[in-house]
């Protein structure tokens, strides 16, 4: 149920990625799709590689690594947040 709710994400992400479409749904809630497919994906591959590494599969751990690395690098650079704050420095 929830890789297929994953794969409903990849669909609409791919759908709207295309000039057309991004701007009949409009930026607002292509962002918010765009954020929400992310860290529902995110989400999956925490739950499916976190806990078998923590179990004792060595062969997961450095899959675990990578998803927790995304999620840290998605939280520390986040593009809109910068340029929100120049532009409210300014």
Excluded: E, K, N, Q
Excluded at 25 to 39: E, K
Excluded at 44 to 62: H, T
Excluded at 65 to 72: E, H, Q, S
Aim: proline share 6%; charged share 15%.
């Amino acid at each position: 149920m929830f890789g297929g709710t994953g794969y409903l994400f990849v669909l609409a992400m791919t759908v709207t990625s295309f000039d057309r479409t991004a701007a009949w749904l409009g930026p607002r809630r292509w962002r918010r799709l765009h954020t929400l497919g992310v860290y529902y994906l995110w989400m999956i591959f925490a739950l499916s590689y976190v806990p078998r590494a923590l179990v004792g599969s060595p062969a997961y751990a450095p899959l675990a690594a990578g998803v927790i690395a995304a999620l840290v690098l998605r939280l520390v650079y986040r593009p809109g947040r910068a340029r929100r704050a120049s532009l409210a420095a300014a």
